[in-house]
């Protein structure tokens, strides 16, 4: 009976000391290494670490289930000055599950590939009022599903600002993404055969404000209800921005129940630059949530055997044309609550002897038509 009774305390008592998750402070401002807190810790086991100052330090995250790395006000990981290891991220999330980041900054230099990497399956990663600054971003690769809320990016250089690949999935809530006035290259958002959902986002000033190539696809959804933020903004202030949109490679854009706002896209000379180009066999649904404005280059271009829907969008005041369609593509204007207002572009409706634009009798305004393939309704005469 004692044995029993001492037994059945044991468990109790291990459960007790299971359902207590470890919380810890780490001080970099006094010494202190973040990583060597990480070591010490049971990978699967629930823990909070609290971070005070400035980690100099490359930090992994491998394995872990249910950690939280909170950041007090100022905390932030610097990437060191060497790397022999040959570290490919300043903070990289590996092989992990239920992780949660939250007010930390974490800056890189132009050595490395990117601030943050989350990698190996990892599931449930949420990084909440995060900043990055140096060189890539975020990097979510290798199937992983990532939440970003808050999350500002300031890229120096590198190539994008938030990439999602290897069919990963990631959700972006109230995200900011920018960069400097320079002659670098960049992608506000890269996508290549991984899929994005995303709300109340504003990208400044990219080449490319979101890229969308390898079957990857982005939704415009409104699917966090906490937050009032819904649109996304891709603007040029700074008249360095080629594409607002790229849509190559069998890859699609979705507009949900959102409006995507892109103004002064594009280049004086025109071409295939401008607010939207969907090409080499790709989609876009708009829906009556495009919002293309004074577009430098094209307003909506559609290439290479693709497609594009528009129901009550608006494309105006382009320097050059407003909805283009060559190359074997199409597209349409499907009957909506609301007309696709397409005006006030050097010529509204342009297409090729090869691509057809049908719906013309749900376009309004277009007053300046340079297309033969016309159709006033969504088919030809059907049986």
Request: net charge negative.
């Amino acid at each position: 009976m004692f044995r029993t009774f001492a037994m059945a305390t044991l468990l109790l008592a291990a459960s007790w000391a299971t359902a207590d998750p470890v919380a810890i402070t780490v001080d970099c401002g006094a010494g202190r290494s973040l990583s060597a807190a990480l070591a010490k810790l049971d990978k699967s086991a629930p823990a909070t670490v609290t971070v005070k100052g400035t980690c100099t330090e490359f930090v992994q995250v491998e394995g872990f289930n249910g950690l939280t790395l909170n950041g007090l006000p100022g905390a932030a990981l610097q990437q060191p000055a060497s790397n022999p290891q040959g570290n490919a991220y300043v903070l990289s999330i590996y092989d992990s599950q239920a992780i949660t980041v939250n007010g930390l900054a974490v800056n890189s230099l132009s050595t490395i590939f990117s601030g943050i990497g989350i990698g190996g399956g990892s599931h449930g990663i949420r990084l909440q009022n995060v900043a990055t600054d140096g060189s890539w971003g975020i990097v979510v690769y290798e199937a992983c599903q990532v939440w970003l809320v808050n999350v500002t990016v300031n890229i120096t250089s590198g190539y994008a600002g938030i990439a999602a690949y290897d069919k990963s999935d990631v959700h972006i809530v109230n995200g900011s993404i920018g960069r400097p006035a320079d002659s670098n290259f960049y992608a506000g958002i890269a996508v290549g055969s991984g899929h994005i959902t995303m709300q109340g986002t504003t990208i400044r000033d990219m080449q490319q404000g979101i890229s969308i190539d390898g079957s990857g696809s982005v939704d415009l959804v409104y699917f966090d209800s906490i937050v009032a933020a819904h649109d996304v903004i891709i603007n040029n202030p700074a008249g360095t921005n080629l594409n607002g949109v790229i849509v190559s490679d069998a890859s699609s854009l979705n507009l949900g129940n959102i409006k995507l706002r892109i103004a002064h896209a594009g280049q004086s000379y025109g071409s295939d630059t401008g607010a939207v180009l969907v090409t080499n066999g790709s989609t876009m649904n708009a829906g009556a949530n495009l919002i293309v404005s004074g577009s430098q280059g094209q307003g909506v271009m559609v290439a290479n055997n693709s497609h594009a829907t528009l129901a009550g969008s608006s494309i105006t005041g382009g320097a050059h044309g407003g909805l283009v369609v060559v190359n074997l593509s199409t597209a349409g204007a499907t009957e909506g609550s609301a007309l696709t207002t397409i005006s006030g572009n050097a010529a509204d409706l342009f297409c090729d002897s090869k691509s057809q634009i049908a719906g013309t009798a749900n376009i309004a305004n277009a007053t300046s038509v340079q297309c033969a393939n016309l159709l006033s309704g969504d088919y030809e005469a059907l049986p």
